[in-house]
């Protein structure tokens, strides 16, 4: 199984920084099977990018995802009050489909 | 507006039985392929288990195999967990999400908000 590692585990900044979250894969991830979604306290996931790169329905273009083969990474670039929330790395493309163990974005 | 919503969750003891439903509205159901995902309290998200549209491809996690039972009905448009065997690291929040267009090969881009399980004697 592929195993994702994020980093870091948790990133401290405040509204209005960009924020760089990471996601590596053990293995290589096929066709850039890699989708971000983010969490916040008692609420479902929600899914950000999915193919690596391509925004979901509705999500602002301050998120942007990037990389491919074992390297991704999400961008957010103006950090808004409600970005401070978890974002898990997931990956669909080997099964088992396999999620990071998350990064906590936390205001400063 | 695409809308899924689960039940079924509660409190069970040790080697007991469960089944979740997940309604699913605002999409034509028997296209898409379905998934159910978990996640422990304070822990992060676990995949439980995928169903392709027609039935045709079930996947199972490690930890789940042998245990859950994952169906569908398209007439119902609605997808079903059957969990036996329930031991107590089986708590968790019960997400069904749903897959892609005749694939499980896909992101999930819509979930229900959740449905809580507890074994606990």
């Known amino acids: 199984e592929i195993v994702l590692t994020q980093s870091p585990g948790t990133l401290s900044l405040s509204p209005g920084e960009r924020a760089t979250l990471s996601c590596k894969a053990s293995q290589r991830v096929s066709s850039s099977c890699l989708a971000w979604y983010q969490q916040k306290p008692g609420q479902a996931p929600r899914l950000l990018i999915y193919?690596?790169?391509s925004r979901a329905t509705g999500i602002p273009d301050r998120f942007s995802g990037s990389g491919s083969g074992t390297d991704f990474t999400l961008t957010i670039s103006r950090l808004g009050p409600e970005d401070f929330a978890m974002y898990y790395c997931?990956?669909?493309?080997?099964?088992?489909?396999?999620f990071g163990q998350g990064t906590k974005l936390e205001i400063k | 507006e695409v809308e899924l919503v689960e039940s079924g969750g509660g409190l069970v003891k040790p080697g007991g039985s469960l089944r979740l439903s997940c309604a699913a509205s605002g999409f034509t159901f028997r296209s898409y392929s379905m998934k159910w995902v978990r996640q422990a309290p304070g822990k992060g998200l676990e995949w439980v288990s995928s169903?392709?549209?027609?039935?045709?491809?079930?996947y199972y996690g490690d930890s789940v195999k042998g245990r859950f039972t994952i169906s569908r009905d398209n007439a119902k448009n609605s997808l079903y967990l059957q969990m036996n065997s329930l031991r107590a690291e089986d708590t968790a929040v019960y997400y069904c999400a749903r897959g892609g267009v005749g694939t499980t090969e896909s992101h999930y881009d819509y979930w229900g908000q959740g449905t809580l399980v507890t074994v606990s004697s």
């Open positions: 997931q990956q669909y493309g080997s099964s088992p489909d396999t």
């Open positions: 193919g690596a790169s």
């Open positions: 169903i392709s549209s027609s039935s045709g491809y079930i």
